[in-house]
């Protein structure tokens, strides 16, 4: 339950992220040093705490941050020069950051994700880093979510800022032709955050303070509107905010999708989406993996407004996806979706099609299984779900394989 | 910023591509260097001899050991190096797309750490 102590906190929690992503892109943009700019807004923010329960809240609080962050920068570098420099040189520190302006800080945070989605940045640290820089989640909080140590999460996120100072990284949006390919980069990074968060969040409201969920939807929201005319980054937000008006549903045992009570769903969350989807849909332009992924989802959720499962408008989203985003589990879900609109047959041809990785694939042998059983072939469902539990990563997930199994 | 662009890639005579190859390859690196120079980005180019020129020194126990060829014996040799200045990685990434030899070798981008003026060095 969300109550209006709660309320406060999470918009608490919002001004903060939103403002240390702001202030960090800032500072970050001067020197392409993200660490340093952390720590000096780690460090104003801490200030602020201290000090404005005291003194108030200054009329410009963002302001305020921004100068003390600035001034602090400043005097890391001056210790800096001073272990390098002689004396007289002194005089002469560099300080990149006396142009800004406290009173127009504008939004520089979509230069930050660039940087942090550069081609030459590992894709597998990509997320990690717009977690912390972004929106400035711990590196504890960061290896709780992925399950590894805050020591090997630091390590890879310090080597990767480091990478991105000394190669140069820019803090800009790039020029076509570039510019397509590394947007999906981008994109396929918040998305990141949402899968890796969702994998967290255990059912627990995306509206929590803290919740990471939550706040990837925040960034993919961040993301759309600083990319305005982008269908792909409004999808990507409606396929997050569909996916999240169905985390209450997924505390205690697990339970499939169509399975599900659609009164257990976000309404809230399904309406931002249709919107975010809609927005999309008015930009034109053939539908992209998220734009086809996030109608799919829509098509899920329109059981709220008491409708049945449109079959026939899934199987058409799944072939279009398979053509735009080929990959094992489009196909994997194209041959689901098929098993109820052709039968089940036919869904288990697709399948059978596949190579021979897809059996490493949790989703392969459930669907199998799913399929079989809609054959009469029971023995055979029962050997796939089985395999499809000992591949299933997710324990609640696992549980019900298992009970399938069973018959 | 400063970076090295450093070109490798498989070292192969008039024998085995022909004149024709190698002449079409020296007016692609012309242009090339005209592109960067026009641009205001060319500091430095060098073209190297074949590897089979290499003469490589090291110190064993204090004493030099003199060896006939490259230090490291690859298919893959470092052929040449430009010294450009970029605003960023993406306008040297750019750069180094465009250098002739990415279409038959690799190109590694290096940023500079510091480098001499008149002998002196300079962040």
């Known amino acids: 339950m969300i109550e209006a102590g709660d309320e406060a906190r999470r918009t608490a929690a919002h001004a903060a992220r939103a403002s240390f992503g702001r202030l960090v892109s800032l500072l970050a943009a001067a020197n392409g040093d993200i660490a340093g700019a952390e720590d000096a807004v780690g460090g104003a923010l801490e200030q602020a705490l201290r000090t404005w329960p005291s003194a108030g809240v200054p009329a410009n609080p963002e302001g305020w941050l921004l100068t003390v962050a600035r001034n602090r920068q400043r005097d890391v570098w001056k210790s800096a020069a001073n272990r390098t420099r002689s004396d007289r040189d002194l005089g002469e520190v560099p300080v990149p950051l006396d142009d800004l302006d406290p009173e127009d800080i504008g939004d520089r945070r979509l230069g930050l994700m660039f940087a942090c989605a550069h081609p030459a940045i590992d894709p597998a640290v990509r997320t990690l880093l717009m977690l912390q820089a972004v929106l400035g989640f711990t590196t504890a909080d960061i290896a709780a979510a992925y399950g590894q140590t805050p020591a090997a999460v630091a390590k890879r996120l310090v080597r990767a800022k480091h990478r991105i100072r000394e190669t140069g990284i820019p803090f800009s949006i790039p020029d076509r032709p570039a510019a397509p390919a590394r947007m999906q980069a981008v994109l396929e990074a918040v998305y990141g955050c949402f899968a890796i968060a969702w994998h967290d969040a255990d059912g627990r409201s995306h509206q929590e303070p803290d919740s990471m969920a939550g706040e990837a939807l ?129 869904g288990l041809l697709i399948l059978d099609a596949l190579p021979p990785e897809a059996g490493r694939l949790a989703a392969f042998h459930a669907t199998r299984g799913d399929l079989l059983a809609r054959c009469g072939r029971i023995e055979e469902a029962s050997q796939a779900f089985t395999l499809a539990a000992e591949r299933e990563k997710d324990p609640a997930a696992a549980r019900h394989l298992r009970l399938r199994s069973r018959g | 910023m400063r970076y090295m662009l450093l070109l490798h890639y498989p070292e192969m005579g008039t024998d085995v591509i022909g004149e024709e190859a190698i002449a079409a390859g020296q007016a692609a690196f012309a242009s090339y260097a005209a592109a960067l120079q026009a641009a205001g980005a060319l500091i430095a180019a060098e073209v190297l001899k074949p590897s089979q020129a290499t003469t490589t020194i090291t110190h064993q126990d204090g004493v030099p050991r003199i060896q006939d060829g490259p230090f490291a014996d690859t298919k893959e040799q470092l052929g040449g190096v430009f010294i450009i200045e970029a605003a960023h990685l993406d306008a040297a990434m750019d750069w180094a797309a465009k250098a002739p030899s990415a279409q038959w070798g690799a190109v590694e981008i290096r940023p500079v750490a510091t480098h001499t003026v008149a002998g002196v060095w300079t962040p």
């Not at chain 1, 332009?285 to 734009?291: D, I, K």
């Not at chain 1, 879900?333 to 089940?344: E, K, Q």
């Open chain 1, 218 to 346: 925040y960034l993919a929201e961040i993301l759309a509107e600083l990319l305005e005319a982008e269908a792909e980054a409004w999808s990507l937000a409606a396929l997050i905010a569909f996916s999240l008006s169905r985390a209450a549903a997924r505390s205690g045992p697990f339970i499939p999708l169509e399975e599900q009570d659609p009164q257990r769903w976000d309404q809230g969350l399904i309406r931002t989406g249709e919107a975010y989807l809609r927005r999309a849909g008015m930009l034109g332009g053939p539908p992209g993996r998220f734009q086809l992924e996030a109608a799919m989802q829509a098509v899920h959720s329109a059981r709220v407004h008491g409708a049945g499962v449109d079959w026939a408008a899934l199987k058409t989203l799944a072939q279009a996806l398979v053509v735009v985003a080929p990959s094992l589990g489009s196909r994997i879900a194209l041959a689901a979706i098929i098993g109820r609109v052709d039968g089940a047959e036919a």
